[in-house]
């Protein structure tokens, strides 16, 4: 899915189809992957034109092909509420770095689009941002924004340290060192959500990865963990805590239990799923990221102050 804007004013959601969709009816496909709508909803869209396959206005039942494109143009919607206030670690003329709060998407996805980082830093630093590291939407911290194209591909290339707080679920050793692959959740029905082992079958596609954590505190029932990155995978801290038995408290998909997260996307959690996971989101935050300039050579570090809820379980 992209998201795309007219001088702020349209929202145009596309998707390509690849193989996956291929073969799959225009109103199957819609209702199957953005389900913040109804069957009946997305029917109603697409015989009003407001979904379009190839600019062109089709039938519910029309069969998608590879390289087809789908456009819907949602118009004003209402959106989820967000955390909007943003804070600046670090601004000049090239850069900036943010520490973004952890209830906030970084780009429009879904409902969101005003209501995501994007937004909001666009209506002061125009439309040539580039976030060089990103983060998810319940995850807070810092976050570096390049203000022009040949600055974020100067720092895309450049080496950083990053560093993340993050509470857990049980009594965490004081040290490890967790390098191995990452790779899809075999027992998950969860297409997005992965598994981390020290060795991983040969025959699935995984990435390597390594991530070294260290305990700060904690109670016997709760770890608050300082992690550094060894490299930069989707979900490696927490699909790396979740396999090794020590979930991050507040999460969804890795947390205690994913119905959690499958709940969630049809707006369904229950006061006990709320009471179970304990944190409104998901308890990690990008604590500390170190990097040199990419015009100045200027040693940078930045840090983003600790949540205050994180020492409230400890």
Known sequence: MKVNSRNGAERIV???INWDAAGTALLHFLAG????????????????????CNEQTVPPGKILAVGDVVEYRPGELVEPP??????????DRDLLVIDKPGNLCVHPA???FKHTLWY???????????FVNRLDRETSGAMIV?????????LERAEMKKSYLVLVHGDFPETLTAEGFLFHDPVSVIRKKRRYAATAPENVKRENCLTTFAK??????????????????????RATLSSLGYPVVGDK??????????????????????????????????WKLAFSHPVSGEKIVCTAPEPGFFSNLI
Do not use: C
């Not at 967000?82 to 670690?89: C, R, V």
């Not at 390049?146 to 100067?154: G, S, T, V």
């Open 33 to 52: 992957r953005f389900t913040y709508r109804s069957t009946e909803e997305w029917e109603k869209l697409i015989l009003d034109g407001t979904v379009t």
């Open 146 to 154: 390049a203000l022009r194209p040949e600055i974020a591909a100067k």
């Open 216 to 237: 700060r505190s904690g109670n016997g029932n709760f770890s608050l963990l300082e992690a550094t990155l060894g490299t930069g995978r989707m979900h490696q801290i």
């Open 120 to 130: 909001l830093l666009r209506e002061k630093y125009g439309e040539s941002l580039h």
């Open 110 to 112: 879904g409902p969101f």
């Open 253 to 286: 998909l890795y947390g205690l239990d994913e119905n959690f997260y499958l709940r969630q996307k049809h707006d369904a959690l229950t006061d006990a799923d709320h009471a179970a996971l304990i944190l409104p989101r998901q308890a990690l935050h990008a």
């Open 82 to 91: 967000a955390e909007l206030s943003y804070q600046i670690l670090y601004e």
């Open 14 to 16: 596309k998707s390509s």
